[in-house]
C-alpha cells in the first residue's frame, strides 16, 4: 500500500512537470504583410475607387489606417532593410545601398525573435536584393525560413506563380502551438513586369476608372491602361492576404495576431520608384490586432518611419531591445498608438534618403538625397545636382523600370512634341527643393527658391541636418564617398564603363528603347 502511495505521487509529480513543459506561450504572432512597389493612397480604404482591396479595408476597419507612413528610402532592399533593423539607410553602411553586401553587424528582429523563442518564416519576397551571409559564408535567415513548395497557376504571365497563401498555411501547420510565431508574407506583386491590357481584359476595369493621372505624365490611353495593370496587381497582393487572414480565422489565430499590411516603396512608374518624392516614400499602412488594440476602426494622423516597425515587434514580444543585441534604432514602437495614448507629441516628422540604387552612372555613383516631412512640407536635399537623378539617359535612365509610361514620356521628347514631360521625370534638379504636399502632393511646384518660403525651408534644413547629425549619417558629416566605395554586387557592376563600351550586359528590368542614342545635357 506504501509503495502504491509512492508510484501516485511519482506520477502526479512527473504530470506536473509534463503541464508546466507545455505551456503556451501567450506573446502575440505577427503577421507583417509588404507589397512590392505600391503607393500611398491606392488602397481602397484610403478611398481610391479604381482599385478593390477588402483584405487592406478589413485590417484598416477593425484596426487602424495610417495616414502618414513613410519608407525611409524608396527601393526594395535599403526599404526592407530598414524594416528589418529600425535603423535607417545611411546607419545601415552598405546596406544603404541596393544590391549589397547586408553587413554582419546588423541583425533582424526576425533573427532576433527566432532566438527569444518564435518561430519565423515567410514566403515570397524577403530582404532584397542583395547578399546576406554568416561569418561562415551561411545564408541568413533575414527574414524567417523560406516557404515556397506550393504553387499555382497566376491569373497573368507576369504575376508570380507562389501560393502565398498555401505557402502560409504549411508555415502554420507546421508550427508549434505552443509559441508564438513571425510570418513575412512578401508578394511580388505590383513589381513590374505587367501584361499589357489585363487589367482592362481580366480586372474588368475601365479606362475612365482612372479619376486622376498624375500631372508629370500625360493623360492618355497607354498611360491609364499602365495604372490599371497596376491596380490589378495590387488586388491580386489583397487577394492573397484575404485568404490569409481566413485561414488565421479558421485555425483561432486571428484574435492574438497581429497583421501589418504595407508596401516598401511606391508605384514603378517614372519619377515615382527610386526618387524621394511624396509618392516615392509615402505608403499605405493598417495595423489590426484585436487583442491588442483599443478602440479600432482608428484614423492615425501622425507620422510614422518603418524604422518603427522592428521595435514595436520587439516590445510586444516582451523583450528589451538591448536583450536582442540589435544595433541601437531611432525608431520608436507604436504600443502607444494601440493604447489610444493622448500624449502622442514626439511623432511630428519623419526623414528619408537615399544614395545608390541602380546603376547607369560613371563608376556606379548614386544620387545622394535626403529630405524631411513635416506639417505638410517636403524638403529635399540633393547632394549631388549635376547628377541624373533617374540614371544617365545614355545608359538607358536604370532607375526607373521600364513601361509603357516611361516609353511614352521617353518617345515624345525624341519626336519633338513634349519635352516637359521629360523633364518632371528625367531631367536634373535643383540642390534643394520644397513642397507643400498638403496642396500639392505630386510635388510639380517647387517653393525652394520664394522668398515667403524662406523661413519654412531654413527651419526644414536645420532640423533635418540636427537629426541626422545625431544618427552620424557620414553623408552629412562629410564622408558621403564612403557610400561609393561600397561595391555593387550585381552582375551588372561597372555598368556605365563597360556598356559604353560596346559590351552586352543585362538590362531586364529596362526596355530596350529606354537607351537615348546620345548623351544629353
Same mark, same amino acid.
Given at each position: 500500500?506504501?509503495?502504491?502511495?509512492?508510484?501516485?505521487?511519482?506520477?502526479?509529480?512527473?504530470?506536473?512537470?509534463?503541464?508546466?513543459?507545455?505551456?503556451?506561450?501567450?506573446?502575440?504572432?505577427?503577421?507583417?504583410?509588404?507589397?512590392?512597389?505600391?503607393?500611398?493612397?491606392?488602397?481602397?480604404?484610403?478611398?481610391?475607387?479604381?482599385?478593390?482591396?477588402?483584405?487592406?479595408?478589413?485590417?484598416?476597419?477593425?484596426?487602424?489606417?495610417?495616414?502618414?507612413?513613410?519608407?525611409?528610402?524608396?527601393?526594395?532592399?535599403?526599404?526592407?532593410?530598414?524594416?528589418?533593423?529600425?535603423?535607417?539607410?545611411?546607419?545601415?553602411?552598405?546596406?544603404?545601398?541596393?544590391?549589397?553586401?547586408?553587413?554582419?553587424?546588423?541583425?533582424?528582429?526576425?533573427?532576433?525573435?527566432?532566438?527569444?523563442?518564435?518561430?519565423?518564416?515567410?514566403?515570397?519576397?524577403?530582404?532584397?536584393?542583395?547578399?546576406?551571409?554568416?561569418?561562415?559564408?551561411?545564408?541568413?535567415e533575414l527574414t524567417g525560413k523560406a516557404y515556397k513548395d506550393k504553387?499555382?497557376?497566376?491569373?497573368?504571365?507576369?504575376?508570380?506563380?507562389?501560393?502565398?497563401?498555401?505557402?502560409?498555411?504549411?508555415?502554420?501547420?507546421?508550427?508549434?502551438?505552443?509559441?508564438?510565431?513571425?510570418?513575412?508574407?512578401?508578394?511580388?506583386?505590383?513589381?513590374?513586369?505587367?501584361?499589357?491590357?489585363?487589367?482592362?481584359?481580366?480586372?474588368?476595369?475601365?479606362?475612365?476608372?482612372?479619376?486622376?493621372?498624375?500631372?508629370?505624365?500625360?493623360?492618355?490611353?497607354?498611360?491609364?491602361?499602365?495604372?490599371?495593370?497596376?491596380?490589378?496587381?495590387?488586388?491580386?497582393?489583397?487577394?492573397?492576404?484575404?485568404?490569409?487572414?481566413?485561414?488565421?480565422?479558421?485555425?483561432?489565430?486571428?484574435?492574438?495576431?497581429?497583421?501589418?499590411?504595407?508596401?516598401?516603396?511606391?508605384?514603378p512608374f517614372p519619377r515615382i520608384k527610386g526618387q524621394e518624392y511624396?509618392?516615392?516614400?509615402?505608403?499605405?499602412?493598417?495595423?489590426?490586432?484585436?487583442?491588442?488594440?483599443?478602440?479600432?476602426?482608428?484614423?492615425?494622423?501622425?507620422?510614422?518611419?518603418?524604422?518603427?516597425?522592428?521595435?514595436?515587434?520587439?516590445?510586444?514580444?516582451?523583450?528589451?531591445?538591448?536583450?536582442?543585441?540589435?544595433?541601437?534604432?531611432?525608431?520608436?514602437?507604436?504600443?502607444?498608438?494601440?493604447?489610444?495614448?493622448?500624449?502622442?507629441?514626439?511623432?511630428?516628422?519623419?526623414?528619408? %534618403? $537615399? =544614395?545608390?540604387?541602380?546603376?547607369? @552612372?560613371?563608376?556606379?555613383?548614386?544620387?545622394?538625397?535626403? !529630405?524631411? +516631412?513635416?506639417?505638410?512640407?517636403?524638403?529635399?536635399?540633393?547632394?549631388?545636382?549635376?547628377?541624373?537623378?533617374?540614371?544617365?539617359?545614355?545608359?538607358?535612365?536604370?532607375?526607373?523600370?521600364?513601361?509603357?509610361?516611361?516609353?511614352?514620356?521617353?518617345?515624345?521628347?525624341?519626336?519633338?512634341?513634349?519635352?516637359?514631360?521629360?523633364?518632371?521625370?528625367?531631367?536634373?534638379?535643383?540642390?534643394?527643393?520644397?513642397?507643400?504636399?498638403?496642396?500639392?502632393?505630386?510635388?510639380?511646384?517647387?517653393?525652394?527658391?520664394?522668398?515667403?518660403?524662406?523661413?519654412?525651408?531654413?527651419?526644414?534644413?536645420?532640423?533635418?541636418?540636427?537629426?541626422?547629425?545625431?544618427?552620424?549619417?557620414?553623408?552629412?558629416?562629410?564622408?558621403?564617398?564612403?557610400?561609393?566605395?561600397?561595391?555593387?554586387? %550585381? $552582375? =551588372?557592376?561597372?555598368?556605365?564603363? @563597360?556598356?559604353?563600351?560596346?559590351?552586352?550586359?543585362?538590362? !531586364?528590368? +529596362?526596355?530596350?528603347?529606354?537607351?537615348?542614342?546620345?548623351?544629353?545635357?
Open positions: 500500500m506504501k509503495r502504491t502511495t509512492i508510484s501516485i505521487f511519482v506520477l502526479l509529480s512527473l504530470f506536473s512537470c509534463s503541464e508546466k513543459k507545455i505551456e503556451v506561450d501567450q506573446r502575440p504572432n505577427i503577421l507583417f504583410c509588404i507589397a512590392d512597389d505600391a503607393s500611398f493612397p491606392h488602397m481602397g480604404a484610403y478611398g481610391t475607387s479604381w482599385i478593390k482591396t477588402p483584405a487592406f479595408d478589413r485590417v484598416a476597419k477593425e484596426g487602424l489606417l495610417f495616414m502618414n507612413a513613410y519608407t525611409p528610402n524608396a527601393k526594395c532592399a535599403p526599404s526592407r532593410s530598414a524594416i528589418l533593423t529600425g535603423r535607417n539607410s545611411w546607419q545601415l553602411e552598405e546596406a544603404a545601398n541596393h544590391w549589397n553586401n547586408f553587413p554582419l553587424k546588423f541583425k533582424s528582429y526576425m533573427e532576433a525573435l527566432g532566438e527569444n523563442g518564435y518561430t519565423t518564416g515567410f514566403t515570397g519576397k524577403g530582404w532584397g536584393p542583395g547578399k546576406a551571409v554568416s561569418a561562415n559564408g551561411i545564408p541568413r504553387t499555382i497557376d497566376p491569373p497573368t504571365t507576369k504575376i508570380s506563380g507562389n501560393d502565398y497563401s498555401a505557402n502560409f498555411k504549411i508555415f502554420l501547420d507546421s508550427a508549434s502551438t505552443n509559441a508564438p510565431w513571425c510570418f513575412w508574407y512578401g508578394g511580388y506583386e505590383p513589381h513590374r513586369a505587367y501584361e499589357y491590357g489585363t487589367g482592362i481584359e481580366k480586372g474588368e476595369k475601365e479606362l475612365s476608372d482612372i479619376t486622376e493621372v498624375p500631372g508629370f505624365w500625360p493623360d492618355n490611353e497607354t498611360v491609364r491602361t499602365d495604372m490599371l495593370d497596376y491596380a490589378y496587381e495590387v488586388e491580386y497582393f489583397d487577394f492573397h492576404l484575404e485568404k490569409i487572414i481566413a485561414i488565421l480565422e479558421a485555425n483561432g489565430q486571428l484574435e492574438n495576431t497581429i497583421i501589418v499590411v504595407t508596401a516598401d516603396n511606391g508605384m511624396e509618392l516615392s516614400n509615402h505608403l499605405p499602412l493598417a495595423i489590426m490586432w484585436p487583442k491588442g488594440i483599443k478602440n479600432p476602426g482608428r484614423i492615425v494622423q501622425e507620422y510614422v518611419s518603418f524604422i518603427d516597425f522592428a521595435p514595436t515587434f520587439i516590445d510586444i514580444a516582451g523583450l528589451t531591445w538591448e536583450k536582442t543585441q540589435m544595433a541601437p534604432t531611432p525608431g520608436k514602437s507604436l504600443t502607444d498608438v494601440f493604447s489610444d495614448s493622448k500624449s502622442i507629441t514626439d511623432r511630428d516628422f519623419v526623414v528619408f %534618403g $537615399k =544614395e545608390r540604387h541602380d546603376v547607369g @552612372r560613371p563608376k556606379d555613383q548614386g544620387y545622394p538625397i535626403r !529630405g524631411i +516631412v513635416k506639417n505638410e512640407y517636403l524638403y529635399v536635399k540633393n547632394f549631388e545636382p549635376t547628377r541624373w537623378p533617374a540614371g544617365n539617359p545614355e545608359t538607358g535612365y536604370l532607375n526607373t523600370d521600364g513601361s509603357p509610361t516611361k516609353t511614352v514620356i521617353l518617345d515624345l521628347r525624341r519626336n519633338g512634341e513634349n519635352a516637359e514631360y521629360w523633364q518632371m521625370n528625367f531631367g536634373k534638379r535643383p540642390e534643394e527643393e520644397l513642397y507643400q504636399i498638403g496642396k500639392d502632393p505630386l510635388c510639380m511646384d517647387n517653393l525652394a527658391d520664394m522668398d515667403e518660403m524662406k523661413s519654412i525651408k531654413t527651419e526644414l534644413s536645420k532640423l533635418l541636418t540636427t537629426t541626422l547629425e545625431a544618427q552620424q549619417d557620414p553623408r552629412v558629416l562629410g564622408n558621403g564617398e564612403v557610400f561609393e566605395s561600397y561595391p555593387y554586387i %550585381g $552582375k =551588372e557592376s561597372n555598368f556605365y564603363e @563597360r556598356f559604353m563600351n560596346d559590351e552586352k550586359m543585362n538590362t !531586364g528590368w +529596362v526596355s530596350d528603347t529606354d537607351f537615348e542614342k546620345e548623351k544629353l545635357d
